[in-house]
């Protein structure tokens, strides 16, 4: 693909506007939406927010929804923005099945879980809602207002999601996966949000000033956007008129510390500058800088030094708008990317409101609405963890000096390095190949190595088992490749840290909203995982979360294989991680969401390094691919297409390993799909020993890859023992099947 | 106060979660932040909840804590002098 990336279309919710328009309105009249808090029920009156102003009822009425359907306010204030998006783009219901739905959200449908948390607990009341606690959920529910989506996931990167949901599109678009993807993102405010950022007590009682000497935290608030990305071809054919250009992106790791950022902004400025490069623009071009800007002491301090390191003296015009709209978390990184749109389009500075006296070695805000024609200019969006993305938006019709004028991406070779697992089997080992252990009870914890030879008993001190996990086998992984660091960090979680979300809800829900833990609050954020791998190995390189069901892993791994596939980077490290505790499993089994008939659930943490090197590899990763809500006609369609693509015949498959795994009805979907799909190959199954967990398709790809090490399929992974035989191994078909609609496909050759 | 510190160093253990050490470990006098302990501002509000739950002591301010979170000794006499409970 050739050509700039348009953005055909953006819609947009916050505390200043349902649309766009009314949003305009505000910033060119310096009109905040910050005040009193009015819709969510909470004892915290003290805290200025900026809410959406209109409560549930009046948004589904608003979107024609009835009242007795499920939904979440993330969801529907992501409706609301989705349907202006995608009008303005002019996407009618009969293109959605060709478009791909990329959102990002921190806690996804936590207004309901910490509504109905002890119902959860105690009884049946409710627990239609048990399902909505997934933030990919949210997005399913976001997107499928609308149509049948051809793929949707879910970014959880805290308040940088948006804006690396922004990212995976444009990557997407870059690889020719896809000709449109609409992304952004949603997140409301719920009491577990403001009483966890109280709990850090970085919330102020006033209005926020930020890079104001006296800034005292920030002002929570909500909202929803989303932007239609498009090829420039795409747009051409279909006579639609971009509304700006998306030229460059950069993601980088703080690695410094899990809620504090960095003294010199390293990952800041790392983010910034990769964007500039990307785009090939000069620094010295870019006319505004919207700043993440949140008000805390320490977030506009490290910020102020990441621009100041990047552009030295002469610093561009700067603003934050969080004055305006409160803190958006997971929503701001494409709410802001909307207001450097309309500011653009309609050439103006957003004011930095509330600003009076510039900080110590801070820079100086634009703090008044200023009219100025505006070419290039930078979005920021940070996160907890150090999760740093800068999106470089440019004019419509501006010079095109847009790296997407470059050649379609070769296709590069990719090795499986290694791949490390601590589950309800042996921990680090392959012990499980000679040794299983059997369960007969439905849900069983991780079997624990020492942790002590990977974490320090002071650094873990604040550490869930899910996260020591996540550390040893990381390092495990990353010392069996050979390599001495990785390129990127690439997570996917189902449900993140949930023994210390559970601690919190807990709290909150029986002891009130005081005195909570800021521990149990922060280690909840799903990107705490892949943040503190980061923080543990130095790694300052790419850093993305993925939470989307039981397709967590396989969007990490996808996205792993498409920045290689650009040359972006030479290796990964991809994980897997979840954990549960017994009441989330009962919660769980309770909805519906998993121990279902004789499943058996366990907790897993896989991580796998992926690598254009062989020198020590497992096997090679031949193709990936995922394919959403498919009819079997369209999924015989494109499974055959992915193999024309990577060059192979669907009969040079050995093995297909399924996640056959006690479900009944997703089992004979299973079956029935591989015969109809890949005729005689023989079936595997493997979460029998490991256990059914959201990220346990990583498992598929761990026992996959040691089976081709090993040259040897042991006999208790045969789905029909007439098919145990001697025979050579040279290809295993990874499937998963999650809520039987999504799939991936992973073939792995010797 | 002998008494005093000797609880609050079972308090802050506890508090802290810091598996595998004793209420003898700690030196009251020794910094807990930097070069001590190596406690960082997450457990500086991790011990403000403290003091409000054992002490009734609520800080607004969490720099405050800079000053009292010194070493045990400088804490101790701090709750000794503010203490609601």
Known sequence: ?750 | MDELIYTLKQQIIEALNLEDMKPEDIDENASLFGEGLGLDSIDALELIVMMEKNYGIKLQDPTQGKEIFRSVAVMADFIAKNRKK
């Open chain 1, 1 to 750: 693909m050739t050509g700039p990336i348009l953005i055909t279309g953006c819609g947009v919710i916050s505390a200043i506007g349902n649309n766009k328009a009314e949003t305009l309105d505000a910033l060119l009249h310096n009109r905040s939406g910050v005040g009193e808090l009015a819709y969510l029920k909470t004892e915290h009156k003290e805290f200025p927010v900026g809410e959406v102003k209109m409560n549930d009822e009046e948004m589904r009425k608003l979107l024609n929804i009835s009242d007795d359907a499920i939904t979440t306010r993330t969801a529907l204030m992501g409706m609301i923005a989705l349907d202006e998006a995608l009008k303005e783009a002019e996407i009618t219901s009969e293109m959605i099945p060709n478009i791909g739905f990329i959102s990002g959200t921190t806690v996804g449908g936590m207004d309901m879980s910490e509504q109905f948390y002890l119902d959860y607990v105690n009884n049946d009341k409710h627990k239609e809602y048990i399902a909505v606690h997934d933030c990919g959920n949210c997005s399913e529910m976001t997107a499928e207002h609308f149509g049948k989506f051809a793929f949707i996931t879910t970014l959880s990167t805290a308040c940088s999601s948006a804006a690396n949901a922004i990212i995976l599109g444009a990557n997407m678009l870059r690889c020719g996966e896809a000709d449109i993807v609409v992304v952004g993102g949603s997140e409301c405010i719920t009491k577990f949000h403001l009483n966890g950022f109280n709990s850090l007590m970085i919330l102020d009682t006033k209005p926020c000033r930020p890079f104001d000497a006296t800034r005292a935290g920030l002002n929570l608030g909500e909202g929803a956007a989303y932007l239609v990305l498009e090829t420039e071809e795409s747009a051409k054919r279909r006579g639609v008129k971009a509304q700006a250009i998306l030229s460059g992106y950069g993601n980088a790791c703080d690695a410094f510390h899990q809620t504090a950022s960095s003294p010199d902004g390293e990952g800041a400025f790392r983010a910034m500058k990769e964007a500039l490069e990307l785009a090939g623009i000069q620094k010295e071009a870019i006319d505004y800088i919207n700043a993440h800007g949140t008000g805390t002491p320490n977030n506009d301090l490290s910020e102020s030094q990441a621009v100041k390191r990047l552009f030295g003296e002469e610093v561009p015009p700067m603003s934050s708008t969080k004055p305006f709209t409160g803190h958006t978390t997971s929503a701001s990184g494409s709410i802001e990317a909307v207001f450097c749109i309309l500011a653009l389009q309609h050439g103006f500075l957003p004011a930095n409101l509330n600003w009076s006296q510039p900080m110590d070695d801070g820079i100086v805000p634009v703090h008044q609405i200023v009219k100025k024609e505006l070419k290039h200019v930078l979005c920021n969006a940070f996160g907890f963890g150090g999760n740093d993305s800068s999106m470089l938006i440019s004019r419509a019709g501006s010079d095109r000096h847009c790296w997407l004028d470059q050649q379609s991406p070769e296709q590069r070779p990719i090795y499986v390095l290694s791949a490390k697992q601590i589950s309800v089997q042996q921990p680090l080992s392959e012990d499980w190949m000679t040794q299983p252990i059997e369960y007969q009870e439905p849900f069983n914890r991780s079997i624990d190595p020492s942790f002590k030879d990977y974490v320090s008993p002071i650094e873990a001190r604040r550490m869930g088992k899910i996260l020591k996990r996540a550390i040893a086998t990381s390092k495990e992984a990353i010392s069996a490749s050979g390599l001495s660091s990785v390129d990127a960090i690439i997570t996917g979680t189902g449900y993140g840290c949930i023994e210390n979300t559970e601690i919190f809800l807990d709290a909150l829900s029986k002891e009130g909203e005081q005195m909570l833990s800021p521990t149990y609050f922060m280690q909840s954020t799903h990107n705490t995982i892949s943040s503190l791998v980061a923080i543990q190995t130095k790694n300052h390189g790419y850093n993305v979360t993925y939470a989307h069901k039981g397709i967590s892993f396989d969007s990490a791994l996808q996205d792993a294989v498409l920045q290689m596939r650009l040359g972006k980077i030479d290796s990964a490290l991809v994980g897997g991680h979840d954990e549960l505790t017994p009441t989330f499993y009962n919660i769980l089994k309770k909805g519906g969401v998993m121990g279902r008939d004789d499943e058996m659930c366990g907790e897993a943490a896989v991580s796998v390094v992926l690598g254009s090197r062989p020198e020590r590899k497992l096997c090679k990763l031949l193709g990936f691919t995922m394919l959403h809500q498919q009819s079997n006609a369209s999924l015989k369609q494109n499974v055959s297409t992915f193999f024309t693509k990577i060059n192979k015949k669907i009969s040079e498959i050995d093995y297909v390993l399924t996640g056959i795994s006690g479900n009944h009805e997703s089992d004979m979907a299973y079956i029935e799909e591989c015969r109809e799909l890949f005729g005689d190959a023989k079936l595997l199954k493997y979460k029998h020993l490991f256990g059914e967990s959201f990220t346990s398709s990583g498992m598929g790809i761990y026992v996959a890859a040691q089976c081709l090490k090993a040259g040897m399929i042991p006999t208790h992974l045969f789905v029909n023992p007439s098919d145990i035989s001697n025979d050579k191994i040279t290809r295993i078909l990874v499937l998963n099947n999650s809520d039987l609609k999504d799939y991936s496909l992973t073939l792995l050759e010797k």
